[in-house]
């Protein structure tokens, strides 16, 4: 074999060694296997080097990786793909005091070491914020209409709720009924009275007087209007 010839096989095994290497790099990885690998025991460090974190996109509204905690134990969430979600409880080691509700981000360090098996879910990660979604003007609006309705309160009269609301459509009683806002008909809430007079119900031209008293009222909710 001439020099000619050894060069070209040298080039062409080169060229197939970058192109395994790069096939390797671009496999995909097997989340749910390499998960498995953490096992309880195990420090944050040591997890994080199996597990690594997913660099939030552009304009996303996660970290890295958000923690949660109580008294006993605290848990990271890792997006490590777009499409796998592990989380890892951890305990508090290293950790030179105790832990509260109030201190409990002083726990969090290198040193906590993981109590439970990890759980991996197989979900997408959430979509980018997208700033043009969002409106400002409707934003205020119904930011003014659920002030309005918060501001019913139990212990004021059916006069101030017909202020803000107005009856939804079907059936409905004097002690108990449905209201629909009235700048906003799919805005609704659930209201409850104590009557003036009880003997008002004997007579349905009576039976919602204005000076009952408001005794329950839900917190707002949505639904299409009652069609009667």
């Not at 981000?105 to 991996?120: W, Y």
């Not at 009235?182 to 609704?188: D, F, L, P, T, V």
Request: charge should be positive; include cysteine.
């Amino acid at each position: 074999m001439n020099r000619f010839m050894v060069m070209a096989v040298a080039v062409v095994m080169l060229a197939a060694g970058g192109t395994a290497r790069a096939a390797e790099r671009e496999a995909p990885i097997d989340w749910p296997a390499r998960a498995a690998t953490v096992k309880v025991g195990m420090t944050r460090a040591e997890v994080e080097k199996i597990l690594p974190k997913l660099k939030p996109p552009q304009g996303s509204n996660l970290s890295d990786s958000s923690v949660t905690a109580t008294a006993t134990w605290n848990a990271a969430v890792y997006w490590v793909s777009k499409d796998w979600r592990v989380t890892v409880k951890y305990d508090y080691s290293g950790v030179p005091k105790p832990v509260t509700a109030s201190n409990w981000q002083e726990g969090v360090g290198a040193e906590n070491k993981v109590i439970a098996p990890v759980k991996i879910l197989r979900i997408p990660l959430p979509p980018v914020d997208d700033p043009k979604l969002y409106d400002p003007v409707l934003s205020k609006q119904i930011d003014a209409i659920l002030r309005e309705c918060y501001a019913i309160k139990p212990g004021m009269t059916r006069a101030d709720l017909l202020k803000v609301f107005k009856e939804d459509g079907g059936l409905t009683t004097p002690v108990s009924s449905r209201y629909i806002n009235r700048r906003c008909h799919i805005i609704k809430v659930d209201v409850e009275f104590s009557l003036t007079d009880p003997n008002q119900m004997k007579d349905t031209l009576d039976w919602e007087r204005s000076t009952d008293i408001i005794t329950n009222i839900s917190k707002p909710f949505l639904e299409w209007p009652h069609a009667d």
